[in-house]
């Protein structure tokens, strides 16, 4: 499995830009995907963007345009470059790694980091 340590959130008026950091340590060769969800206070995880092996990307439809995720050339880190950002961006945003291990699929999670739009 993999280990996941993000970086980058803070705090940035609305229409600035931040961009986090997301490093994979451990089997990065099991990994198939990896993304970025983000979480509010009382609400469910969601999905912002993600970013198969093969480089495929996808994007929730309140962030197309505006975020990019991207990866480093050793695919052990995934970056979200946040641009245009709003106040209702403001969640903790988590990095995620979904893989295999043997016959078995697995599934990790970074510590959260947070990220605040001010109006």
């Known amino acids: 499995q993999v280990q996941l340590v993000e970086s980058g959130g803070g705090l940035v008026q609305a229409g600035g830009s931040l961009r986090l950091s997301c490093r994979a340590s451990?089997?990065?060769?099991?990994?198939?995907?990896m993304g970025w969800y983000r979480q509010a206070p009382g609400n469910l995880r969601e999905l912002v963007a993600g970013i198969t092996r093969g480089g495929s990307t996808n994007y929730a439809d309140s962030v197309k345009g505006r975020f990019t995720i991207s990866r480093s050339n050793a695919k052990d880190t995934v970056y979200l470059q946040m641009n245009s950002l709003k106040p209702e961006d403001t969640r903790v945003y988590y990095c995620?790694?979904?893989?295999?291990?043997?016959?078995?699929?697995?599934?990790?999670w970074g510590q959260g980091t947070q990220v605040t739009v001010s109006s």
């Open positions: 995620n790694a979904q893989g295999a291990w043997g016959l078995k699929d697995y599934e990790s």
């Open positions: 451990g089997s990065i060769f099991s990994i198939n995907a």
